[in-house]
């Protein structure tokens, strides 16, 4: 069980753009920042969006996110086929004291 | 480059115990919280457990709360993972990562993870 919920699959042609959501809950996305990371097949997860909008140096604008209330989400515009990859959101958890995670996204650009 | 290099991982009876290493490079190891997040076969990603920058708090994930230990030697730029009473349920790749910032914070860089296989 994740402490963010997120949809298992998502799915899109080149070019089109897609959306993924992430709903937590009042002592995580409703009070701290969401984080997501892009985890492409046999590697480490890699920082994608921080601070609920912020991209790390490198990542391409092609990548957005947003936050309101106790949800948020991930847009890809202009979708690549190198996008295919699990995503995954992440949230600061004041009950756990730490880190909470979605259950991650399986994008797959058919 | 900033490199943060697990070792230690491997195969282990269920019961026993394992010790974990991540070995950082290429930035202030000292001045950064880091944590400890696995990934079973097939599955997504778990918190284990975080450090502060100096060592003094803690704070472990409810499934290995009680069982694992995190700790970190800054003057060797290492942190490290106890883990026992280990379980089958334990199975994963294990990674490290570095935390910036606190509560308001986000992982910026990651190791490339060790497998840790609990079965008899």
């Known amino acids: 069980q994740s402490v963010l919920t997120q949809p298992p699959s998502a799915s899109g042609t080149p070019g089109q753009r897609v959306t993924i959501s992430c709903s937590g809950s009042?002592?995580?996305?409703?009070?701290?920042?969401v984080n997501w990371y892009q985890q492409l097949p046999g590697t480490a997860p890699k920082l994608l969006i921080y601070n609920n909008n912020q991209r790390p140096s490198g990542v391409p604008d092609r990548f957005s996110g947003s936050k309101s209330g106790t949800s948020a989400s991930l847009a890809i515009s202009g979708l690549q086929s190198e996008d295919e990859a699990d995503y995954y959101c992440a949230s600061w958890d004041d009950t756990l004291s730490g880190p909470g995670f979605g259950g991650g996204t399986k994008l797959t650009v058919l | 480059q900033v490199q943060l290099v697990e070792s230690g991982g491997g195969v282990v009876q269920p019961g026993r115990s394992l010790r974990l290493s991540c070995a950082a490079s290429?930035?202030?190891?000292?001045?950064?919280?880091m944590h400890w997040v696995r990934q079973a076969p097939g599955k997504g990603l778990e918190w284990v457990a975080l450090i502060s920058y100096d060592g003094s708090y803690k704070y472990y994930g409810d499934s290995v709360r009680g069982r694992f230990s995190i700790s970190r030697d800054n003057s060797k730029n290492t942190l490290y993972l106890q883990m026992s009473s280990l379980r089958t349920e334990d199975t994963a790749v294990y990674y490290c990562?570095?935390?910036?910032?606190?509560?308001?914070?986000?992982?910026?860089?990651w190791g490339q993870g060790t497998l840790v296989t609990v079965s008899s």
């Open positions: 290429g930035f202030t190891f000292s001045r950064y919280g």
């Open positions: 009042s002592s995580s996305v409703g009070s701290n920042p």
């Open positions: 990562a570095s935390w910036d910032g606190h509560n308001d914070g986000y992982y910026d860089q």
